[in-house]
């Protein structure tokens, strides 16, 4: 494994017209990149991650399983506005010599597509044999192979959009709305809106599972219980758990960035976008998933020109995608080695 920052010596022009000076992009790679490149894997991850998905998706990547740096070239990068080393809020802002804090400019969903290209012409790529991604990973996937749709051979977007839905826009609204609550939010520090963030999360943690997985996973032991219940000690938890390792301005800004993507935006529509892609592409939907419910992944399958899609049963709603790695990983191994012997496994 290998963690590399690139960074970019020319203003980089947003999709709002701003220029923004000193891209800086984290990522991690696994692996060599052979000479053909044909053995190059590209993660995209979600919202909270980071360029390691050895640390968040770890049965997905390792020797003998589906994503192998013995035999695959595996790059992941951290997406601007996060807080795990590419350009963020924390930053100083070059023109007052002070953290962006509240500042830091507006990335798109196409705004951090367009990074990428600049890093992958860095690195000499000119081909990518699969692209990978969930949630908000999914909605960059798919910006880029609408830019270039010469550049991936396959592409596997998993529990996301083509655009994303008003259901997810008042999922994020409402957590920045939490965020604003809190009375430290306008301090120009970097705990600002911390316990507003801890809010937030448990605002999420309700569209990213379901009422079966809190059922299964937070129903009491005992039937004398009249408070502490362990579900809330479980909202508390989580959002504890992401106050310790993010920050608000990271969670705010990047909630705002899931919000901007429409890959119908200027292209005439979400369709005819659709209808650019040529990577062969296998669309994972999973059952239950509150968040990026599984007709959004029909949509997208239904349109992009012979895709395939793939429901994967879970109890766990949107979390799924982070969980269910064997059925993930045998959809995935049984998509290539059909295309690429012209074998149908069943």
Same mark, same amino acid.
Not at 121 to 143: D, P
């Given at each position: 494994? %290998? ?35 044909? %053995? ?11 360029? %390691? ?161 809190? %059922? ?131």
């Amino acid at each position: 494994m %290998n963690q590399k920052v690139f960074t970019y010596d020319q203003p980089f022009i947003l999709e709002s017209g701003k220029a923004f000076h000193g891209l800086r992009l984290a990522y991690t790679t696994y692996g060599r990149m052979n000479e053909e490149q044909s %053995n190059i894997i590209w993660i995209f991850h979600a919202l909270t991650a980071n360029s %390691n998905p050895h640390e968040w998706w770890p049965e997905m990547i390792g020797e003998g399983r589906v994503f192998d740096p013995l035999r695959h070239f595996i790059i992941c990068v951290n997406m601007p506005g996060s807080c795990y080393g590419s350009s963020g809020p924390l930053d100083t802002n070059p023109e007052t010599g002070i953290p962006y804090y509240h500042d830091f400019p507006f990335f798109t969903i196409r705004d951090m597509a367009n990074a990428y290209r600049l890093l992958q012409a860095a690195l000499g790529i000119t081909r990518i044999k699969i692209g990978i991604g969930g949630s908000t990973g999914g909605q960059q996937l798919l910006e880029w192979a609408v830019q270039d749709p010469e550049l991936f051979k396959y592409i596997i977007p998993l529990a996301t959009n083509a655009v994303h839905s008003p259901w997810g826009k008042a999922f994020n609204a409402t957590q920045r709305f939490a965020i604003e609550a809190d009375q430290t939010w306008k301090n120009k520090a970097a705990d600002a809106g911390l316990k507003g963030m801890e809010v937030a999360r448990g605002v999420a943690l309700l569209s990213y599972r379901n009422a079966t997985a809190y %059922n299964k996973t937070q129903s009491e032991t005992s039937d004398d219980n009249l408070e502490f219940f362990r579900s809330e000690s479980y909202q508390r938890y989580q959002g504890s758990k992401l106050a310790a390792r993010f920050n608000a301005f990271s969670y705010y800004a990047l909630s705002k960035s899931m919000d901007s993507h429409n890959l119908g935006r200027g292209r005439g529509s979400v369709v005819k976008a659709l209808e650019t892609i040529k990577a062969t592409t296998l669309v994972l939907a999973l059952e239950g998933d509150l968040l990026f419910p599984p007709g959004e992944q029909d949509f997208i399958a239904e349109h992009v020109p012979d895709a395939v899609v793939r429901h994967i049963a879970t109890d766990y709603g949107h979390d799924g995608f982070l969980l269910e790695f064997e059925q993930i990983s045998e959809a995935i191994q049984k998509f290539i080695t059909r295309h690429a012997t012209g074998v149908i496994i069943k």
